[in-house]
């Protein structure tokens, strides 16, 4: 079992920055590709951004493509979403997941690991 906890959310002020924070534990967490989703009240979930397990391949929905980076840092179990020019429209509850393949990862459906969220709440 992997359990995946995220951090780092909170209110900003549009044009801002945020970075969250996503650390894995539990049973080995070996190749595990990571990603982040969000949900917007009254909408449904939607991905953001995956990260493969090795860190050299990357994806991201065309909303946030030149605003946001995903990262990750291997040795920590960890995985980052640097957002930088947020906008109201970015407020939501932004989530961590994991799974065996970038393809996968990014597909809500799919078969993973969810953490529990964190809030982003972006003011105009």
């Known amino acids: 079992q992997v359990q995946l906890a995220e951090s780092g959310g909170g209110l900003v002020q549009a044009g801002g920055s945020l970075r969250l924070s996503c650390v894995a534990s539990?049973?080995?967490?070996?190749?595990?590709?990571m990603g982040w989703f969000r949900q917007a009240p009254g909408k449904e979930r939607e991905f953001v951004a995956a990260?493969?397990?090795?860190?050299?391949?990357?994806a991201y929905a065309n909303s946030v493509k030149g605003r946001f980076t995903i990262s990750r840092v291997a040795a920590k179990n960890t995985v980052y979403l640097q957002m930088n020019s947020l906008k109201p429209e970015d407020t939501a509850l932004y989530y961590c997941?994991?799974?065996?393949?970038?393809?996968?990862?990014?597909?809500?459906?799919?078969?993973?690991?969810w953490g529990q969220g964190t809030q982003v709440t972006v003011s105009s």
């Open positions: 539990g049973r080995p967490f070996v190749n595990y590709a």
């Open positions: 997941k994991a799974a065996k393949g970038i393809t996968t990862v990014q597909t809500t459906a799919s078969d993973g690991y």
């Open positions: 990260i493969n397990w090795s860190g050299g391949s990357t």
